[in-house]
């Protein structure tokens, strides 16, 4: 892996890392159930994209 792909990658991570953090600010926040549903998807979303490019490095 070169180094400017394993620069993206981080940069990627640092991107999920963020919106994971975003998402659970929210949840504790958020009131309505069909927001805090659609914000937990976009929790685990995020992990998972977060795991795949984890597992690259």
């Known amino acids: ?3 400017k792909e394993l620069q993206y990658i981080e940069d ?3 991107h999920e890392q963020f919106l994971t953090s975003q998402c ?3 949840l504790q926040q958020l ?4 927001l ?6 976009m929790l685990n979303k995020h992990r998972e994209i977060f795991n795949r490019f ?3 490095v």
């Open 1 to 3: 892996m070169s180094p």
């Open 12 to 14: 990627a991570l640092g």
């Open 24 to 26: 659970q600010q929210a």
């Open 31 to 34: 009131q309505d159930p069909e």
């Open 36 to 41: 805090k549903n659609c914000v937990s998807q």
């Open 54 to 56: 984890f597992q690259l």
